[in-house]
């Protein structure tokens, strides 16, 4: 398939400026020349796009596009109409622009978008008397791929910084954290020296029975079609992919497949022996070593082992004897069978994080918005030795150990295990970023806001883990009326009531956090149907539904949402439809549907 632009919207106006162009040929042209790979470098500071294009001579062609900036009256009358809708803002702060702009700069006479070439100054040194030619169109082409994951780019060119214009009316935005990909060194939890304690952890089976099979409905959580990727719809690749993953885990665990599928690099292995202590340092570019130990009782040389032969020796331990081993050995079997029930159980998440040499990369963490698997993990961190897992942080010559140890072993098992069940993956950048464990970098040409877009893809996982949560109140009224509210409850300070939204939009003591709020609420836009108007009222009245669209709200949105762990108060009457809570089947349709069985 052939590579796409403009695959948002906003992304297909801004191709509105090759609209009604006299010399067609130019066009497909200029497709071809930004596919192949013919721009080589794009710049915009300001209103300003400049840009190298290979051609037919030895030196790249020079190609200037300069947008029509806006006035400062022009802005005023911008923003105002902007700060109006704090939904508009939340989205934006998820890269995703609301339509409700085009409304807006049409009533006010701004052309936010092109509407064809002249709109713009152009400019190529190459000997094509036609504007734009091919350079120029391919230039347009791949800034629209830079607009696709960054929306912010439409008004940054035309001299709107959105986030200073906001700040100087008193709106306060605080992205980090928010925005920011997190750097991977810095999710390592360290220990105090005064924390570790050095008494071995009493030997414990963990109990995998009561995990339930998620794997469709955290699919289907993940939105359609996502920005970043424009070869055709990029969750159902990774859907593929994923389910096939899962589906030959489940054959290893019913012995249907044999072991050598989970660890093919692990041919020949030497078993571990009574004596085997074991320990890992995780370095900061997501690599890990293996320590292996000698013990007092036994001061021969040990093997060394690679990733793929401890898990194996590790798989090939009798369960029944794990006690005669050292307390190490036991307790990473338990980690590995807990990665591997975990993705047997589709009860995992990808979180994407950069490394210190400027790449990205993929670490799979344990779908910790489902109760039972944050019981497992909690568990499981209370079997491990504390010295298990070392980091050595900068400019220190002695180790630090992990709090955090469950979830940084069974992540490490994990992406182990991705990349020997995932298939061949023929040079796709983002399936090798996914499923084979390969950072990238994603600094070329019409790429710089790729990663963003990835993070804000997968946030939606994550909703739950930050301070403040979303709370579903849904009300029955007479004439089979049903009505929405949405509150807002502090998980910093359980003891308190939630409050409304009106007063989050409201009150002062917001005034620091709104929009961390409203962005976290408006992931969910895709899924409540009126939503955005909900947020722009202030949240009053309450979204309202007829019998009709409530039924399918009731069955098949709602226990998505209770599966990001997200409260939803149900009157007497309604609240024995959704209990027990079943496993939950979300089909393949534009609006997530599920079916629940029990």
Avoid at 257 to 285: G, Q, W, Y
Avoid at 359 to 382: C, F, G, T
Wanted: proline content about 7%; aromatic content about 10%; charged content about 25%.
């Amino acid at each position: 398939m052939a590579k796409s632009y403009g695959n948002t919207w906003w992304g297909n106006y801004w191709l509105k400026s090759l609209d009604n162009i006299d010399y067609e040929n130019r066009l497909p042209r200029g497709k071809a020349y930004a596919r192949k790979g013919n721009v080589k470098e794009i710049k915009i500071k300001g209103n300003i796009i400049k840009a190298k294009v290979a051609g037919s001579q030895p030196r790249p062609y020079s190609v200037t596009i300069i947008v029509p900036p806006f006035f400062e009256e022009q802005i005023e009358l911008l923003m105002k109409e902007i700060v109006s809708r704090p939904a508009l803002i939340s989205k934006l702060l998820n890269r995703e622009l609301d339509p409700d702009i085009l409304i807006i700069s049409e009533s006010l006479g701004l052309k936010v978008f092109p509407r064809q070439w002249t709109d713009f100054k152009m400019q190529c040194n190459c000997p094509d008397w036609a504007v734009p030619c091919k350079h120029l169109a391919s230039v347009i082409y791949m800034v629209s791929m830079e607009i696709d994951n960054n929306p912010f780019l439409v008004f940054e060119m035309h001299n709107v910084n959105l986030l200073d214009e906001l700040k100087k009316r008193g709106i306060v935005i605080e992205t980090k954290g928010n925005t920011d990909i997190p750097i991977f060194s810095d999710l390592f939890i360290r220990k105090m020296p005064k924390e570790l304690n050095y008494e071995v952890p009493p030997f414990q089976r963990i109990d995998f029975s009561a995990l339930q099979n998620i794997a469709e409905p955290l699919i289907q959580l993940l939105p359609e079609n996502p920005p970043f990727y424009n070869d055709g719809d990029f969750r159902l690749k990774y859907q593929a992919e994923l389910l096939r993953v899962v589906k030959k885990i489940q054959r290893v665990l019913k012995k249907n497949l044999a072991m050598e599928v989970l660890f093919p690099k692990a041919i020949e292995v030497t078993p571990l022996s009574n004596h085997s202590d074991i320990s890992f340092r995780l370095n900061d570019d997501m690599t890990w070593n293996i320590m292996h130990h000698v013990t007092a009782e036994n001061t021969n040389k040990l093997p060394a082992y690679k990733p793929d032969e401890l898990l194996r020796a590790l798989f090939m331990l009798n369960p029944d004897l794990l006690t005669d081993y050292q307390p190490s050995i036991s307790a990473l079997h338990q980690a590995l069978f807990c990665a591997l029930h975990l993705l047997a159980h589709g009860a995992i998440v990808p979180q994407i994080v950069s490394l210190d040499n400027k790449k990205y990369a993929i670490r799979w963490l344990p779908a910790l918005i489902d109760e039972q698997v944050q019981k497992i993990l909690a568990q499981l961190n209370n079997l491990l030795p504390n010295q298990l897992a070392e980091t050595f942080p900068k400019g220190r010559k002695t180790p630090a150990y992990l709090k955090n140890q469950s979830e940084f072993l069974v992540s490490l098992f994990l992406n182990r295990l991705m990349v020997s069940l995932s298939g061949n993956i023929d040079n796709n950048e983002y399936m090798l970023l996914f499923f084979k464990n390969s950072p990238q970098s994603f600094s070329g040409v019409g790429q710089q806001e790729i990663s963003g877009g990835i993070k804000v893809w997968l946030d939606r996982y994550y909703l739950t883990t930050r301070q403040y949560r979303p709370v579903f109140i849904v009300q029955e009224s007479e004439g089979e009326k049903f009505f929405l509210d949405i509150q807002i409850e502090d998980t910093l300070h359980p003891e308190e009531e939630s409050v409304t939204l009106n007063q989050v939009l409201c009150a002062e003591s917001y005034n620091q956090s709104r929009f961390q709020i409203l962005r976290e609420l408006s992931l969910l836009s895709s899924f409540v149907k009126g939503l955005n108007e909900y947020i722009n009222k202030k949240g009053t009245p309450a979204i309202e539904f007829d019998s009709r669209d409530f039924t399918p709200f009731l069955m098949n949105i709602l226990p998505a949402i209770r599966l990001l762990n997200i409260k939803v108060l149900l009157p007497k009457s309604l609240q024995q439809l959704l209990r027990p809570q079943a496993t939950l089947r979300l089909k393949r349709n534009h609006q997530p549907k599920a079916a629940l069985s029990a």
